[in-house]
């Protein structure tokens, strides 16, 4: 009984300075938001409708599904699959072991490169649209994100969630796609400005793998 009032003392210590270290994350954030960027990548999406949340991810053998918002582990996986339905057995071992032992971006071009130009579209599409109802299933971490006194976000990811989130909880937010897009919104000085440096899941032909 005794171990277990330390413990929970120790556990609610180190609460306590958890909260204390984010209290103060959040001045300096407010003190110096003209010289803070945030860069966020698959890690903020992935955890979104997943019963897991996050420990999707960040699990050592990150569990396999077919629901939008994929880690990029998951996205080459998913890849490997659709090619392996249209290749021949010569090809299939040729490009397994390459889809399985290069850098996921190389393999994600070659994805690319095989890829019908429909399919891809539709491939991209289903992995990452974004719907107004994905609103309900949005984390504590994009409701935070929309609180943080920084102007700056830049993202790879290709869904809308972060969009979705600014706007459920009242946030201006301002966004660029393409370098012309950057150009334009950059010259406003919006208040807050997301740039999506390998585009968006609604303009297929744009996004970089």
């Given amino acids: 009984f005794r171990l277990t009032l330390q413990s929970m003392s120790e556990w609610e210590e180190a ?55 994929p880690s990029w582990q998951m996205l080459v996986e998913r890849m490997l699959r659709e090619l392996l339905i249209s290749s021949s057995e010569d090809q299939a071992a040729s490009i397994e072991q390459f889809m399985r032992q290069q850098d996921p971006l190389d393999a ?7 890829s019908d130009p429909d399919r891809y579209r539709e491939f991209i599409t289903a992995q990452f649209t974004t719907r107004p109802t994905d609103g309900e299933r949005l984390t504590p971490s994009h409701r935070e994100l929309v609180a943080l006194p920084v102007r700056d976000l830049f993202t790879t990811n290709y869904d809308s969630l972060i969009e979705l989130a600014f706007s459920r909880w009242h946030g201006e937010l301002a966004v660029s796609t393409t370098p012309g897009d950057f150009l334009r919104v950059a010259a406003d000085h919006p208040e807050k400005h997301l740039v999506k440096l390998h585009g968006t899941w609604d303009r297929p032909d744009e996004i970089v793998l």
């Fill in 15 to 69: 609460e306590r300075r958890a909260r204390a270290a984010i209290e103060d994350l959040r001045e300096r954030f407010a003190r110096d938001s003209g010289a803070i960027m945030i860069f966020l990548g698959a890690g903020l999406s992935v955890g979104v409708g997943r019963p897991l949340g996050r420990a999707t991810f960040e699990s050592p053998a990150p569990l396999q599904d077919d629901a939008r918002f």
């Fill in 108 to 114: 994600a071009q070659l994805f690319r490169l095989r």
